[in-house]
């Protein structure tokens, strides 16, 4: 999906311009779009998938023998089709994502109240930065004043585990610095 979001579906311009390329269509709702289509499309290709296989012959250009395991994440979908592949080859193991899993458990550590209250503080914070150019022109100096390496302060992102630390452990890294400025802005804004 290039990382666009399922809830562009209701976005009023993208409803906009489908009625313009059709103007009979109605676009299916996000949960729609989401749950039953995606369903059925993920199911048609892992059918497709199964049906190629099933057939030996698919193997021979580099062999079956030659496989020695298959990376995936946890889905349902994915899950039965490497138990049918390692079921018919043994040979192959199946080996988890440990990307996946370190979002998995980043994503249920942010669901502890103490965890989330943190990351939503560090959003504010965030927040305080990015909507303001000269308070973000400022810590972006102070940032390179002080050589502070890593980049500038970063919202939390569900699906990207590794926005938890970005989003966390920088506010440590450098809290004098984003005091001193937000002080400075108080005073200039008096």
């Known amino acids: 999906m290039c990382n666009i979001p399922f809830s562009i579906i209701e976005n009023p311009w993208f409803i906009d311009l489908i009625k313009t390329l059709q103007p009979g269509y109605d676009p299916p709702s996000r949960q729609v779009l989401n749950g039953t289509l995606l369903e059925s499309e993920t199911s048609r290709v892992n059918i497709c998938i199964m049906n190629e296989l099933s057939a030996d012959n698919n193997f021979t ?6 496989f020695v395991a298959i990376v995936s994440d946890n889905g349902s979908n994915v899950a039965a089709a490497c138990k049918i592949i390692t079921n018919n080859y043994p040979n192959i ?14 994503t249920s550590i942010v669901k502890i109240d103490e965890v989330k209250y943190i990351v939503r ?4 914070l965030t927040k305080y930065f990015k909507n303001s150019t000269l308070r973000s022109s400022w810590l972006n100096e102070t940032i390179k004043s002080k050589n502070i390496e890593g980049g500038g302060l970063k919202t939390y992102v569900e699906t990207r585990w590794m926005t938890v630390y970005e989003c966390t452990g920088k506010k440590m890294v450098y809290p004098t610095h984003i005091l001193h400025i937000s002080y400075i802005y108080q005073v200039l804004k008096m």
């Open 61 to 66: 250009i580099v062999g079956a023998k030659k």
């Open 121 to 124: 503080c560090a959003n504010i």
């Open 93 to 106: 193991i199946n080996v988890r994502c440990i990307t996946h899993c370190v979002n998995l458990i980043s």
